[in-house]
């Protein structure tokens, strides 16, 4: 992937005449200039919760997390299944085993070989502490089947496991044998990855440095989204936590930081014409929701929601939320993905129309009682979402209050059964696994809207138990028509993430988490 | 009010003379006021807020709360004077309404903070036993820094308005308190008030009218201040997100929302900032014009 993105940079820059000429020059410049060292520090607003990859599901540990534990499977760069850790995975006729031959020579940070006693362990300790540690549900037992090799028998034919279990939401990633036994956050932090954990300073830093013997997938051509052919290059990589965005962009400016996980849109743009910053556009990287509380009224009577849907208007609540960086999209998968289900649910999607509300509102029976809009100040937009909500819904007659409070005690109200009536969510993550991972969170025994929706549990079960692709695309279909009647959660639109770095920083392509392998100083 | 025995020892009643050199005083304090520079200075710069916070709905040119997302984070230029804040809500609106919250808040601040420092302070001071208790309690909350006391009530209330007040009332009532018992002990130790219990006047005559009567002047210079310092502390709440809760502008608030855009629209944290430094400017002066005209001697202490 490296050559090929330069290639593709590059070329944006010359003329095509004599392009091919210039760019094989340039490369061969460039990969000089991939040294080995440096100390490079990235910039997230928020502490991790754990280092412990597998027991949080969080975007904040994902960032980290990710540098230094790898899986068995996981997702290419266009969000396919690829062996990481492991070398291939044979499933047999009937979908009931699955035999992953494992790579060999992988090495531990603390030198020890990985074998299939490590992978057992870990899967095993996943079962117990793993965030979603239920995607080990199918499997009735995990055996060694050679010292290099470990089989899954299954419960029952899951067609839908392998993406499932190649999810980086809560990765399954593989730690030592010792840690097997170890609770959740209890473990050495010891993984596979090109990165080795050095030191944990809450509210402070994490710091990470370069794993000398790390075991590259050399059989790769590049990095593949969570795989690929890494290469590590900093000595060093320091996460330090800077809540403060204002702060967060002087540090890079004054060049004490090198690379901002998210910098607001306006900062970005005002930094476009830097020449010692160069900044990326991360589009679509969430879907902007909006959820009730189908267990309280106001919210607990479908047309009540359903006047909420369409007295919106969403370009008004992106354009603001986001501060410009948006899709409108109506769709619960990305526009031109696997699953995208077209026009359904469009008509109610960014109608703004105050009249047919007003109407939907008194057929509702809606008397003015207080909709109580729960978020949060620390996920950008989550705020301005539900301010802008807010005022809308004043607008048609609605008696909504905002209630901002701090992000973990908005995850503490929302799983309360009364309390609220909205909730402001981006799913960063949910989207990019698929249909199963955004329905997956509305379903079960904890769905967002408190009270089930039978008919979308029934269709839930429909899309993981679907044989063929096609199948689960008609389920799927099904599944957004079902969620455009009633109107349990709102599709608000699509939103971006600006990251920035500075120019020194070569090869950083935006992905789910800052990948700070492949990527160099120049000079 | 001037401390004065004997034109208060109206156990001798003097009648309408009495009221008629009263109402003399009264306009002598007032003109002594007037001509006090800083005094009268502040005085029009509060008046012009209170205007401003009580015609709010007639002085602003949009809805505080009005969200525009095609002219977010405008700077200052015709439509909209003070510039617009990343919903594209008018910055000048939102001072408007804001100085209305912060000058709310300000107000029944000193009021509840001047009724309660003036119970607990009297009470300490004229009930013996109770100056201990009630004393060693308000040391206690005293040994907190103020802003820091507020900060972590508000934080534990949660944000509202009424929780806002309730934080800076009891963060300024012992500093209150403390001002009364001293000036009530004082007053207390004079020989009028000796005539008076002789004379066989009730406790609550002798407090009211002998004893608070004469030792209000340090408490409403005191109370000045309060008013500027809850301003301020107000804004701090809101600006560290404990105070009166979005989208309600507050003058804190607004800075707040301009906090990340500080290089991008400076205008939305400075506009606001300014707002607030001329409204606790003009309480100070009016406060420092007080002390000098109605509490010389606090005056020569500070001095010393």
Redesign the interface.
């Known amino acids: 992937m490296g050559v090929h993105h330069r290639l593709r940079m590059m070329g944006r820059a010359l003329t095509v005449a004599g392009a091919l000429a210039l760019s094989v020059a340039c490369f061969a410049s460039q990969s000089l200039a991939q040294t080995k060292g440096g100390d490079v520090t990235v910039v997230q607003g928020s502490n991790p919760p754990s280092i412990d990859a597998m027991s949080t599901s969080s975007q904040a540990s994902r960032n980290i997390t990710m540098n230094i534990y790898e899986t068995l499977y996981g997702f290419s760069e266009d969000i396919k299944p690829i062996p990481i850790l492991a070398e291939d995975c044979i499933i047999s006729e009937d979908g009931l085993t699955y035999r992953f031959p494992l790579r060999k020579g992988v090495k531990f940070h603390n030198e020890k070989e990985m074998t299939a006693k490590d992978v057992k362990a870990s899967l095993e300790r996943y079962r117990k502490v793993g965030a979603t540690g239920n995607l080990l549900d199918p499997v009735e037992s995990i055996d060694i089947t050679g010292d290099y090799e470990v089989t899954f028998k299954m419960k029952k034919a899951t067609p839908t496991f392998l993406e499932a279990f190649s999810s980086p939401r809560a990765p399954a990633v593989i730690i030592p044998e010792e840690d097997g036994q170890t609770e959740a956050g209890k473990n050495s932090f010891i993984g596979t990855g090109p990165y080795k954990f050095v030191e944990y300073v809450p509210d402070s830093y994490v710091k990470l440095a370069r794993f000398d013997d790390y075991t590259a997938n050399t059989s790769a051509s590049g990095v593949d989204g969570f795989g690929g052919n890494k290469i590590p290059y900093f000595d060093t990589v320091t996460f330090r936590i800077i809540t403060e965005p204002g702060a967060q962009v002087a540090a890079l400016e004054a060049g004490e930081v090198d690379v901002l996980e998210q910098i607001t849109v306006p900062s970005a743009r005002r930094l476009e014409g830097n020449a010692d910053i160069q900044t990326y556009e991360n589009i679509p990287w969430a879907f902007n929701t909006f959820i009730f509380n189908m267990n309280v009224p106001p919210s607990d009577n479908v047309k009540f929601r359903e006047a909420v849907q369409v007295a919106l208007n969403m370009e008004e609540v992106m354009g603001i939320s986001t501060e410009g960086l948006f899709q409108l999209d109506h769709g619960w998968q990305y526009a031109g993905t696997t699953y995208d289900a077209g026009d359904i649910g469009k008509d109610f999607y960014n109608v703004a129309d105050a009249d047919r509300a007003k109407a939907l509102l008194a057929e509702a029976g809606y008397k003015g009682e207080e909709f109580s809009i729960l978020t949060d100040g620390n996920i950008p937009g989550h705020a301005k979402t539900a301010i802008v909500i807010a005022e809308q819904l004043n607008a048609i007659g609605i008696k909504a209050v905002v209630n901002q409070v701090d992000w973990p005690t908005a995850l503490k109200i929302r799983l309360q059964p009364e309390g609220w009536n909205g909730w402001t969510l981006q799913m960063g993550i949910e989207p990019y696994l698929g249909p199963v991972g955004v329905i997956a969170t509305l379903t079960g025994e904890k769905p967002h809207f408190i009270k089930n929706d039978p008919q979308l549990d029934a269709l839930y079960e429909e899309l993981i138990s679907g044989v063929t692709v096609e199948e689960r695309q008609a389920t799927f279909a099904k599944i957004q028509t079902r969620l455009y009647e009633f109107f349990g959660i709102i599709k608000l639109g699509n939103t971006g993430l600006m990251q920035a770095t500075r120019s020194k920083v070569k090869g950083f392509k935006p992905f789910r988490f800052p990948r700070m392998y492949n990527v160099w100083f120049e000079g | 009010m001037v401390a004065d025995p004997i034109t208060t020892d109206d156990t001798i009643s003097l009648g309408a003379e009495m009221a008629a050199a009263r109402r003399r005083r009264w306009r002598q304090l007032a003109g002594r006021l007037l001509g006090h520079r800083s005094f009268l200075f502040g005085l029009v710069i509060l008046a012009i807020f209170t205007f401003v916070a009580v015609f709010a709905d007639f002085l602003a040119p949009y809805a505080p709360?009005?969200?525009d997302?095609?002219s977010?984070?405008m700077p200052p230029a015709a439509g909209h004077w003070f510039g617009t804040d990343?919903?594209?809500r008018d910055i000048a609106s939102r001072i408007i309404y804001g100085t209305r919250v912060s000058l709310r808040i300000g107000l029944i601040v000193v009021v509840t903070t001047g009724i309660l420092g003036t119970l607990l302070g009297t009470l300490a001071s004229y009930v013996r036993g109770l100056d201990g208790l009630i004393m060693r309690g308000l040391d206690g909350l005293m040994a907190f820094p103020g802003v820091l006391l507020a900060i972590a009530l508000a934080a534990a209330l949660g944000?509202s308005e009424i929780n806002a007040i309730i934080a800076l009332t009891v963060t300024f009532t012992p500093r209150t308190a403390r001002i009364v018992r001293a000036s009530v002990l004082v007053v207390k130790g004079m020989q009028f008030i000796e005539a008076a219990h002789a004379v066989g006047a009730g406790h609550t005559r002798i407090i009211f009218r002998y004893i608070l009567a004469n030792a209000l002047s340090p408490l409403i210079v005191q109370l000045t201040f309060v008013f500027a310092v809850s301003i301020v502390a107000e804004a701090i709440l809101s600006f560290l997100?404990v105070g009166p809760?979005?989208?309600a502008p507050s003058l804190g608030n607004i800075i707040a929302d301009g906090?990340?855009?500080?290089?991008?629209?400076w205008w939305i944290a400075v506009f606001p900032g300014v707002a607030i430094a001329i409204a606790v400017l003009s309480l100070n002066l009016m406060g420092d014009g007080l002390r000098d005209i109605i509490d010389p001697r606090q005056r020569n202490q500070r001095d010393a």
């Open positions: 709360d009005k969200s997302y095609r977010i984070l990343a919903f594209g944000p997100g809760p979005p989208p906090r990340s855009y500080v290089q991008e629209a």
